[in-house]
């Protein structure tokens, strides 16, 4: 038998099978090929009698990880993003199922010589030996450790030293991965409200796509459970994606509790022996249930019945960086194939989501009310320009001060929230609010210190730097940002004795730190967490009675079409932290533009409202879902080899417009940030019809392959979510 295979080979740009000789084995199996001189693992993908090649070698069965309904998953998005094989099938399997040796395989492990007391051991390493008692202590006090970990950590020679010293005790072990960390919850038996019983009866009843529109609080969670328990009980398996930042000790627990050990869990936070073993426990059918962050939507699950999608909204579905994909439109395919349904929630859809849930392509359920006895907090806005010109120059409105004051005094918790978002910067005058926007585009300029210029961001054109504001003619029209760290300074300038916490990518490099920030929170160890975007996503704290938000506009002038829409995302979230539980909540919003519609609308939690005037903005200034805006990325080491291929790109493009009608915008220019990583970066950037797309979408793609920088990248990008 012939075998068509991808060979695993990591850094090359080779997209194409290559035959071998073997035994006949399904199509996705796993396979050990020599290659040049090396060994290597490789996928069948494809099987025939004969071959133009004649001394072929011999492929070595290993397994078959790989389902054919994931194959055709992989034709799907070979098409629909132009990957490469090679890298959708990584999208399949573990890390551990790429290398040959046997992912079960045992690892040496020491331990102290328990026969003797520490100081005993110590003893016999010696005094002068520092490094070997170090390691000698670590091992004492984690209990053992693996010994590629103890050289990592301690050096080759002080481990030695300690084998030697027959001071441990060498076992070996299979690398178990450890148990999930969760928190334990206990599973809260609970009656439907008939709006969760009419959810779930459509969504289990119905097939095709659902949006479930539900205010925070409304319950959603539970609706998910019971359409997974639904699915189960039919024999069948169901997936549940959120995002990477809402999958919290809490969060597990809860599924954990209603689902036990049919739940596999894929996070970012698992090592590889972890995620081989969840990832095995799905494909030999023990899982029925996933949750993870987007990747997981490639489980090997079969039979799926639903794929739910919380915070449909979340922009981390969209995957950036190779392999480039929408996990949406995967999840729907996936559904599609497994006649599952798809249900996407969110209480603040994706724009275009709702636009086809209005067109009646989605079903619509809407869960209009919160479970808790509690009504949605109450919003106030401060108006950030007359407290300026009253004499406030703080951070602080004065109402916010107050209502501070109010929640220290009666021990309740407090949190505040700044928006961060990017490198990009916009220009705002102090006095009057003004902000310079693009003349075309609608969107805010930003201002590029080196040319000392401000640019639009989606068509390129350039304005000069402004010195007076336009409107007002006042001089203080600067660039708007604050930190984390300066509101806690400022706060501390306000309430000595506060204990606060913050929260931003600084602070939170790492998984571990982000959940012990928000459980020393959740203990009340602190009084106010001040943060970042991260802070708006999904926690319940009982004991926030006020949240503050301190630039809501700063979101807005972010130049991208979405500002209005993330924002008034950030502000439902953010908002819906407070008052959660017993104790009411209360919001004070400050923004220089309290008359935006975006503040307008969000301080009803007028999503429709909100969505129809959007909307409408969209198809005026001809903006995504009536366009695609695609981008084709170029870096390079060498400016002047960027700007060849880019020249290239842009020509190419110019005769596919000249073939296939007006695109509703062509340019080239330097991204925004002209330099990242030692890269010089441009771009391509269009707006392309949708009724255009399918068949513009394989030529930028073609002429993406013919023009790659010889000393670089390029990339294609549909809908970025940022244009730095
Ligand atoms: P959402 O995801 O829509 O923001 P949650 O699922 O977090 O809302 O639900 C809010 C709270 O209400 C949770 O504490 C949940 O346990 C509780 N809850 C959900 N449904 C019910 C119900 N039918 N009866 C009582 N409590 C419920
Ligand atoms: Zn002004
Ligand atoms: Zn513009």
Known sequence: MILEVIVDLSNSEVDRTFDYVGEDMPIGSRVSVEFGKKRLIGFVIGKKETSDYDRLKEAKYLDTPISSEQLELMYYL?????????????????????????????????????????????DVVGGRALKQLEALKYIAANGGQFLNVLIAKFGVSAIN?????????????????????????????VTLTSAQADAVKRITGGQGVFLLHGVTGSGKTEVYERVIEDMLSK?????????????????????????????????????????????????????KIVIGARSAIFAP??????????????TSYLSESNPRYDTKSVAKYRAHLNGAVLVLGSATPDIETYLNASRGEYGLITLSERISKHKLPEM?????????????????SVAL???????????????????????????????????????????????????NELKCHYCGKRYHALTKCPSCGSDRIKQGRIGTEKVVEELKGFFPNVRALRMDNDTTARRDSYLKILSSFGNHEADVLVGTQMIAKGHDFSNVTLVGILEADAALYFSDYRSSERTFQLITQVAGRAGRAEKAGRVILQTYAPRHYVFRFGKDYDYTGFWKKEI???LVTKFPPYTKIVRVLLNSTEEQD????????????????KECGKFVYLGAAKSPVTRMNGLVRYQVLMRISPESFGEVMPRIYGAADDNRPKKGSIFVEINPQSLI
């Open 78 to 122: 070979r098409q629909s993003y132009h990957l490469r094989y090679i890298d959708v099938l990584r999208l399949f399997v573990p890390a551990k199922l790429r290398e040959e040796r046997d992912p079960e395989f045992t690892r040496k492990y020491l331990s102290i010589d328990g026969s003797r007391s520490l100081s005993e051991l110590c």
């Open 161 to 189: 030293g300690l084998r030697e010293k027959e001071v441990v005790i060498e076992s070996s072990v299979h690398e178990r991965s450890t148990p999930m960390r969760t928190l334990d919850k206990k599973d809260k038996e």
């Open 235 to 287: 024999g069948k398996t169901a997936v549940m994606l959120v995002p990477e930042i809402s999958l919290t000790p809490q969060m597990l627990g809860l599924f954990r509790a209603r689902f036990g050990d049919k739940v596999a869990i894929l996070h970012s936070g698992l090592n590889s022996a972890e995620r081989y073993d969840e990832w095995k426990r799905v494909r030999d059918g023990e899982a």
């Open 301 to 314: 699950l079969e039979n799926i019945g639903a794929i739910i999608i919380d915070e449909e909204h979340d």
């Open 380 to 396: 106030e806005i401060v108006d950030m320009v007359q407290e300026f010109r009253s004499g406030n120059s703080s951070i602080f």
């Open 401 to 451: 001060l107050d209502a501070i004051r109010d929640a220290l005094a009666r021990n309740e918790q407090i949190m505040l929230f700044l928006n961060r978002r990017g490198f990009a910067s916009f220009i705002r005058c102090k006095e009057c609010g003004y902000v310079a926007k693009c003349d075309d585009c609608d969107v805010s300029l930003t201002y590029h210190k080196e040319d």
């Open 616 to 618: 409408n903005t969209r």
């Open 642 to 657: 960027v700007v060849d291929c880019t020249r290239n790109v842009y020509r190419a493009m110019q005769s596919l417009e």
